[in-house]
């Protein structure tokens, strides 16, 4: 089966800023977000198939036909595939999926986010970089999450504690399955529950809308997969990321 068709692949085009093009090519899809050159990974070549060491000369050179000159500082090369089998210098993540009824809870600290730079200050403090490049990517990103939520196909839910965001997660759907993102908790937060009762509550919201699938991305073998894991999600694919000097 082809890259473009596995869930990772899948279901990225549908949380994608909506400014963002997705161009199936022979053998590739090409993404190109004018919108945001600081979205590196926004512009990449998802691949249909695996390729092997020896190609990804070629393949960058594919890059660089659809996105030299545009000031972006990271070619990305990426795939999907059932296998997990790979090559020096491919970041590995896995997909994982989640297709059983979650238990409502009541967490008061939970409530939905209104404010986008509430929820912009807890990413550039969870990933340590304030920079004016990421927050240009951040205010991007952020708008098209709200504007699929208003439109009633996600809901972005933060924890708040004395009245201060703390964590927060996102799931966004369309009409056949669901994925989880923006998914951050506070340093000095970590380790109380937090990320793992946002999740839940984010699966909940979407099965009462539509019971179907929920997907999450996580990088293979980390705490954040091990914390989805007992949540109840399950590996399904293999996703690859291969980030390059263009």
């Not at 692949?9 to 899809?29: H, K, W």
């Not at 070629?58 to 090369?77: N, P, V």
């Not at 996600?154 to 996102?170: N, Q, T």
């Not at 993102?181 to 009462?208: F, M, P, W």
Request: with cysteine; net charge negative.
């Amino acid at each position: 089966m082809r890259s473009r068709d596995l869930p990772s692949s899948r279901t990225q085009t549908f949380v994608l800023p909506s400014d963002v093009l997705a161009i199936p090519r022979d053998g590739y899809v090409v993404y190109d977000a004018p919108g945001c050159r600081e979205a590196n990974f926004s512009h990449r070549l998802v691949l249909d198939d695996p390729p092997d060491p020896g190609q990804v000369g070629q393949w960058l050179d594919t890059w660089r036909s659809h996105h030299a000159g545009k000031g972006i500082e990271r070619a990305y090369l990426c795939w999907e595939h059932r296998r997990p089998d790979t090559f020096d210098g491919v970041e590995r993540l896995r997909c994982l999926m989640k297709d059983e009824e979650v238990a409502p809870q009541i967490v008061p600290q939970i409530r939905a986010i209104e404010d986008r730079d509430e929820a912009l200050a807890l990413m550039s403090t969870v990933e340590e970089d304030t920079s004016d490049a990421y927050l240009r990517y951040g205010r991007w990103y952020l708008d098209h999450l709200f504007a699929l939520c208003a439109d009633d196909w996600g809901r972005f839910l933060g924890w708040y504690e004395s009245g201060e965001l703390v964590g927060m997660s996102a799931v966004l759907w369309n009409a056949r399955e669901a994925r989880m993102q923006a998914i951050s908790v506070r340093e000095d937060h970590r380790r109380k529950g937090i990320c793992s009762t946002l999740v839940n509550e984010c699966v909940l919201a979407y099965q009462t809308e539509s019971f179907g699938i929920v997907y999450v991305v996580a990088t293979d073998g980390s705490g954040a997969e091990a914390c989805y894991r007992k949540l109840g999600f399950r590996r399904v694919t293999c996703d690859f990321a291969l980030g390059l000097d263009p």
